[in-house]
């Protein structure tokens, strides 16, 4: 079982920055991909961004390109994701999960992914 603990939400105005991180409990952490997906209301759960094993490989929403970036450090068991030009519209609930079954690539779908933390609210005013 591997637990997942999100944390560095909270309320910002547009165009600023927040870090979120997500801690996991379990040393296969560092064999897993780690994905970030969020949850806006009366919307479904989406992609936001996802990175393997070693951070080699990371993809991203076409949304959050070039304003998001994942990264992981496997020492810390924890996956980080820098969020700046921050927008209303990425008001949400963001959640981090883990494949623990992953290959090289991550994948982008949340059925894929077999843990989840309980999420964290990131809410950007305009």
């Known amino acids: 079982q591997v637990h997942l603990v999100e944390s560095g939400g909270g309320l910002v105005q547009a165009g600023g920055s927040l870090r979120l991180s997500c801690a996991a409990s379990?040393?296969?952490?560092?064999?897993?991909?780690m994905g970030w997906f969020r949850q806006a209301p009366g919307r479904e759960r989406e992609f936001v961004a996802a990175?393997?094993?070693?951070?080699?490989?990371?993809r991203y929403a076409d949304s959050v390109k070039g304003r998001f970036t994942i990264t992981r450090d496997n020492a810390k068991n924890t996956v980080y994701l820098q969020m700046n030009s921050l927008k209303s519209e990425d008001t949400a609930v963001y959640y981090c999960a883990a494949d623990v079954w992953a290959g090289d690539d991550p994948i982008i779908h949340a059925v894929g992914y077999d843990y989840w933390g309980q999420g964290t609210q990131v809410f950007v005013a305009s």
């Open positions: 379990e040393r296969t952490f560092s064999n897993a991909s």
């Open positions: 990175i393997n094993w070693n951070g080699g490989i990371t």
